[in-house]
């Protein structure tokens, strides 16, 4: 059963820094599997946003409000995803996903949701 796992969320002091991590595991010789490529979170009260998102050529793009805070990395060797946070605000607090492309041998069969973490920057 593929999965993700992600972790390196928690509570920070307003201007400092978190390193948001997933990685995708699955069943050896599977032909299920999937890969990593966005984050995006979720306010109390608000709707879900698309904070970061990244491609097979490296490309990425960023929600205007993190755009030069965030960066998105992927590392191909662990299938995994990174969120680099920096000069964090208040307003970033939110829990944070991952989001995973699903494919099935080459097809591209769906998403897959991480279980979220929490990111809370308050003094």
């Known amino acids: 059963q593929v999965q993700l796992a992600e972790s390196g969320g928690g509570l920070v002091q307003p201007g400092g820094s978190l390193r948001l991590s997933c990685a995708a595991s699955?069943?050896?010789?599977?032909?299920?599997?999937?890969?990593?490529m966005r984050w995006y979170r979720q306010a109390p009260g608000k709707e879900r946003e698309l904070v970061a998102s990244t491609n097979s050529g490296g490309s990425t793009n960023y929600l205007d409000s993190v755009r030069g805070r965030f960066t998105i990395s992927r590392d191909n060797a662990k299938n995994t995803v990174y969120l680099q946070m920096n000069t964090l605000k208040p307003e970033d607090t939110a829990v944070y996903y991952c989001?995973?492309?699903?494919?099935?041998?080459?097809?591209?069969?769906?998403?897959?949701w991480g279980q979220g973490t929490q990111v809370t920057v308050s003094s």
């Open positions: 699955g069943a050896s010789g599977s032909i299920v599997s999937i890969k990593p």
């Open positions: 989001n995973a492309d699903k494919f099935l041998g080459s097809v591209l069969a769906g998403v897959v």
